[in-house]
T-cell receptor, first 113, second 115 residues
Framework: AQSVTQLGSHVSVSEGALVLLRCNYS??????LFWYVQYPNQGLQLLLK??????LVKGINGFEAEFKKSETSFHLTKPSAHMSDAAEYFC???????????FGTGTRLKVLA | DTGVSQDPRHKITKRGQNVTFRCDPI?????LYWYRQTLGQGPEFLTY????????KSRLLSDRFSAERPKGSFSTLEIQRTEQGDSAMYLC?????????????FGQGTRLTVV
């Protein structure tokens, strides 16, 4: 069975500092991996996705993530945090070619002025 | 196209009442999904349609829940005899069918509060 673990339900960073949000996955087949962002009372917006092409994936708003099979990780990073990055971030996994996402429990990012 | 649209955005209902939510997917998308998100959790898969066919239902979808997608366009999710445990955000998403996997696009959700 597939699963996703997000370490750290809350992360605080100073404005301009590095953002690192952790995601580890478990999958018996090659996974497709996603990061979504959710602002208060809003739906989910895709930040980036890994679909077995390049292991370093660049997304919107300056975010990127690196797929590391040996570590079963797909951590999300951004070199310099902005106040507008404050939101909840979800990592998700799905089997290749399927439609059903398994989401992590989310990480709430707080950006300090 | 304005994306996935859900109506209503908020619903407060008394325990035991029935509620119905609507989702309008992106027009060219033939896959449609319903998820439920409770406070402090990630979204959980409920059910999935390809065109008008409901292809999978989660165990979370008890017999009080029913979803339809007539004519393969909009979808409705009905909850009968609501319980306080049904309070959650209900998210709809849609996607295309392609040779390679594509992401799902989510609506803004319907927040249900059962009092």
């Amino acid at each position: 069975a597939q699963s996703v673990t997000q370490l750290g339900s809350h992360v605080s960073v100073s404005e301009g500092a590095l953002v690192l949000l952790r995601c580890n996955y478990s999958s018996s087949v090659p996974p497709y991996l996603f990061w979504y962002v959710q602002y208060p009372n809003q739906g989910l917006q895709l930040l980036l996705k890994y679909t077995s092409a390049a292991t370093l994936v660049k997304g919107i708003n300056g975010f990127e993530a690196e797929f590391k099979k040996s570590e079963t990780s797909f951590h999300l990073t951004k070199p310099s945090a902005h106040m507008s990055d404050a939101a909840e971030y979800f990592c998700a996994v799905s089997e290749s070619g399927t439609y059903k996402y398994i989401f992590g429990t989310g990480t709430r990012l707080k950006v300090l002025a | 196209d304005t994306g996935v649209s859900q109506d209503p955005r908020h619903k407060i209902t008394k325990r035991g009442q029935n509620v119905t939510f609507r989702c309008d997917p992106i027009s060219e998308h033939n896959r449609l999904y319903w998820y439920r998100q409770t406070l402090g959790q990630g979204p959980e898969f409920l059910t999935y349609f390809q065109n008008e066919a409901q292809l999978e239902k989660s165990r979370l979808l008890s017999d009080r829940f029913s979803a339809e997608r007539p004519k393969g366009s909009f979808s409705t999710l009905e909850i009968q005899r609501t319980e306080q445990g049904d309070s959650a955000m209900y998210l709809c998403a849609s996607s295309e069918i392609r040779a390679r996997h594509t992401e799902a696009f989510f609506g803004q959700g319907t927040r249900l509060t059962v009092v």
